[in-house]
């Protein structure tokens, strides 16, 4: 099982500056790599996939990359929508599908 | 635009089977991978498995012993049935629309709302 670890747990940011967030793969999962938003109360949100496509209706300033065992979601100015708890998901090597344990981005 | 919507009962007891269903509405469920996933509050998530619409499928292996999905192409439905549960199995239960592209896996773009589930006597 290919094991996802993303970082920071947390991570504190200011509304309109730059967030990075990380994910680690155990393996390469070459470019299968899927990003999510996640809001309380509410079902996980495709963000990106393929490490770098955004999904319909994603907003540019969400953007990612990376490619092997190193991907990273970044989000170029804060807005206060995107305050929430951000999963990657591997889907290369299955069964089984497998996400990280989330990062919470959280106002700074 | 597809849209899934959980339904079943919210509480079972433990040493019993978990029955939830997903209908699809907005689409076929024809030609796509549709799988369950869960979340435990507070937690992250865990895929569970998936079905084609041609009653084939994957699972957890975490999860197989316990788990069968199948699909009901007439009525446009997916259902999960998880045996033997648990508390360890109180989780949110979502379902969800796989995407594939060629030789690879499934990222999920549709999302049902999710379903409560609570294993308690």
């Known amino acids: 099982e290919v094991v996802m670890t993303q970082s920071p747990a947390t991570l504190s940011v200011s509304p309109g500056e730059r967030a990075t967030l990380s994910c680690r793969a155990s393996q390469s999962v070459n470019n299968n790599l899927a990003w999510y938003q996640q809001k309380p109360g509410q079902a996980p949100r495709l963000l990106i996939s393929?490490?770098?496509t955004r999904a319909t209706g994603i907003p540019p300033r969400f953007s990612g990359s990376g490619s092997g065992t190193e991907f990273t979601l970044t989000i170029s100015s804060l807005q206060s929508e995107d305050f929430a708890v951000y999963y990657c998901q591997q889907y290369n090597d299955w069964p089984p599908y497998t996400f990280g344990q989330g990062t919470k981005l959280e106002i700074k | 635009q597809v849209q899934l919507q959980e339904s079943g009962p919210g509480l079972v007891k433990p040493s019993e089977t978990l029955s939830l269903t997903c209908t699809v509405s907005g689409g076929s469920i024809s030609s796509y991978y549709w799988s369950w996933i869960r979340q435990s509050p507070g937690k992250g998530l865990e895929w569970v498995g998936y079905?084609?619409?041609?009653?084939?499928?994957f699972y957890n292996p975490s999860l197989k012993s316990r788990v069968t999905i199948s699909v009901d192409t007439s009525k446009n439905q997916f259902s999960l049935r998880l045996n033997s549960v648990t508390a360890a199995d109180t989780a949110f239960y979502y379902c969800?629309?796989?995407?594939?592209?060629?030789?690879?896996?499934?990222?999920?773009?549709?999302w049902g709302r999710g379903a409560l589930v609570t294993v308690s006597s």
């Open positions: 393929g490490a770098s």
């Open positions: 079905v084609f619409y041609t009653g084939s499928g």
């Open positions: 969800a629309r796989g995407t594939r592209e060629g030789y690879n896996g499934d990222y999920f773009e549709s």
